[in-house]
């Protein structure tokens, strides 16, 4: 059983379009994260939700918008694609509990090449 | 603010040679979460270890070891027999333990064991 996945795998797109990128859990966590990944291999969050709430927005472009139509689930919309949005993004999801962060399991990630 | 800095950007080793990657890290919290992840050239991320800021000893798997030396911010991970599976980058993080959970990860240290 997959944990974290996310859907598509690899996603090519012109300059300008808008695009989606789906993740679900199955592991009944509270909280799931968006990072992005560059071509030079850093990882950095972009957003957070915990039970459908955001709890963090990092400075992000406003051209990315997180929805969380349930706590299994959080997309990414991307509008107006530019070419510095190519990137490996990456799901994830925790259980925090008092005082303790549970591990964040990570999805495959989603390769996003804007041409 | 939270920064982690892996200062060896790539590190060759040859076959059963023990290698040791750096992290350093640095936080105005007193409670804490340190993480190494893998990455393979798969893509995928792998969650090795989480050691909360309490605990100050050592931490032995198998061929894998971590040093947590709070005193001089480190959190060191070494390989012990390194094997050509072990080739991947290799991701030390932070999370503050309190309020949002966020991983904050270093630039990552690309492994090659050389057969």
Redesign the interface.
């Known amino acids: 059983d997959t944990a974290v996945s996310q859907t598509p795998k690899y996603l090519v797109t012109q300059m300008g379009n808008d695009k989606s990128i789906k993740c679900e859990q199955n592991l009944g966590h509270d909280t799931m994260y968006w990072y992005k990944q560059d071509s030079k291999k850093f990882l950095k969050i972009m957003f957070s939700y915990n039970n459908k709430e955001l709890i963090i927005n990092e400075t992000v472009p406003n051209r990315f918008s997180p929805k969380s139509p349930d706590k299994a689930h959080l997309n990414l919309h991307i509008n107006s694609l530019e070419l510095g949005d190519s990137a490996v993004y990456f799901c994830a999801s925790s259980q925090p509990g008092t005082g303790v962060m549970g591990e964040q399991f990570f999805g495959p990630g989603t390769r996003l090449t804007v041409l | 603010a939270q920064k982690v800095t892996q200062a060896q950007t790539e590190i060759s080793v040859v076959e059963k040679e023990d290698v040791t990657l750096d992290c350093v890290y640095e936080t105005r919290d007193t409670t804490y979460?340190l993480f190494w992840?893998k990455?393979p050239p798969s893509?995928?991320?792998v969650?090795l270890i989480?050691r909360n800021s309490f605990d100050e000893q050592n931490e032995i798997s198998g061929r894998y070891s971590w040093n947590f030396q709070k005193s001089t911010s480190s959190f060191n991970f070494t390989i012990t027999a390194s094997q050509v599976v072990d080739s991947a980058?290799y991701?030390c993080a932070l999370?503050?333990?309190?309020g949002?959970?966020?991983?904050?990860?270093g630039?990552?240290t690309?492994l090659t064991i050389n057969p």
């Open positions: 979460y992840y990455q893509g995928e991320l969650f989480r980058v991701f999370s503050s333990i309190q949002a959970q966020k991983l904050v990860f630039q990552g690309r």
